[in-house]
Structures are given as structure tokens and as C-alpha cells.
């Protein structure tokens, strides 16, 4: 999506090495989460049809992020600034939903109860939202929107392998091969 976004908006076209590259990163990713399609897990509620709607719009709202913080940045704003400003808005707007569904009071209960938890949370909002977007944007400024928004694909790679130290999950060769691929297509982004 960020691909097809940033090239009328952007005016970046898509090479062949950049397609290359995309392909084999996704189709590795792929892979490698299609392995774990078939563990046991908690049965999910809901209609698919509807997460499955849910998660192309999310694809689809990440990509446009993308194009207009690339937009953001071309005006001279650091990468810094450009996520306070995004973290800002975005803390807003959950409060604000929060509030109005009678969530706020809860939530701040919850986290008073369960000081570790708060812990681990403040600790992943600084990682992903915070670091992860900051580093992301930066790389917006050295690079096309859709070889950086290929990349920042990679996450569930390197998630599954900080699971397989921290919570013992098993490795597998399709694990193994589909990691390698993930990487390779990587590898030739860097060389686009």
C-alpha cells in the first residue's frame, strides 16, 4: 500500500529491485507466520471476515502515515518532533474515546493495580511507539517510503526469534528457511 501511495503522491517509482526485495521480504514473512497458523490458540471471537477488513484497513491507514510523514518531513521537521507530534495526537484521540466509553477510570485502576504490567507497557509504548516510529521516520529521510515501510515489515522476524529465546518457543526448519528468505529480501532493499 505504501508502495502504490508514495508513487503518484511521491512521484517514487518502484524498480525492479525494489519489487524484488518486497516480494522476497513478504513472501519469508509469510511463510515463517503461516508456521504458526498451525499451534493451538485461544479460539477467536468474532467474525474473520471482520478482522480480516480491520487489518487491511490498519495496512492501509500505515501506509498513508507513511506517505504524509514523508510529506511532514520534506517541510524540514525532524523525525523526533514529527512523532511527538504523532504520539500527541494519537494520545489524544485514545483518551478522548476512552473517556467517552467510560474506559478512562478502569484503565488508570488497572494500572495503579498492577504496577509490573503498567511496567512492561510504558516500557513497550517507548520501544515501539516511541523509538520504533522515531527510527522509522529517519529512515523516511534517507530513503523511499515503500523500501522503508518494507522493512519496518521485518518486526515479526525479529519478535518471533526474542520469543524463541525468552519463552522457549520451538525452531523449525520452514521457521529457519522463511527467516533467511525475510532476510535476503531485506539484503536486496538495502541494495535498491
Known amino acids: 500500500f505504501t508502495v502504490a501511495f508514495a508513487w503518484p503522491l511521491l512521484g517514487e517509482h518502484p524498480g525492479p529491485l525494489l519489487l524484488l526485495g518486497m516480494a522476497l521480504l513478504l ?4 511463510w515463517v507466520l503461516l508456521e504458526r497458523v498451525h499451534e493451538t490458540h485461544e479460539e477467536a471471537r468474532g467474525k474473520a471476515a471482520i ?10 491507514g500505515q501506509a498513508g502515515g507513511y506517505v504524509l510523514s514523508k510529506i511532514a518531513l520534506k517541510t524540514g521537521i525532524d523525525p523526533l518532533s514529527a512523532t511527538l507530534i504523532r504520539v500527541t495526537a494519537a494520545t489524544i484521540a485514545l483518551w478522548g474515546w476512552a473517556l ?19 511496567a512492561f507497557a510504558a516500557g513497550g509504548a517507548f520501544l515501539g511507539p516511541f523509538l520504533g516510529v522515531t527510527l522509522s521516520l529517519f529512515a523516511l529521510t534517507k530513503i523511499e517510503a515503500g523500501t522503508a515501510s ?3 515489515a521485518f518486526f515479526p522476524i525479529v519478535a518471533i526469534l526474542i520469543a524463541m529465546r525468552f519463552h522457549q518457543e520451538k525452531v523449525t526448519p520452514r521457521l529457519i528457511l522463511g527467516a533467511m528468505v525475510a532476510i535476503a529480501g531485506v539484503i536486496v532493499l538495502f541494495l535498491h
Open 100 to 118: 467517552v466509553r467510560g474506559q478512562a477510570v478502569p484503565t488508570l485502576a488497572a494500572a495503579r493495580g498492577d504496577r509490573v504490567g503498567a
Open 150 to 152: 518494507a522493512i519496518t
Open 51 to 60: 478482522g480480516i477488513f480491520a487489518g487491511v484497513m490498519g495496512a492501509i
Open 27 to 30: 513472501g519469508g514473512l509469510s
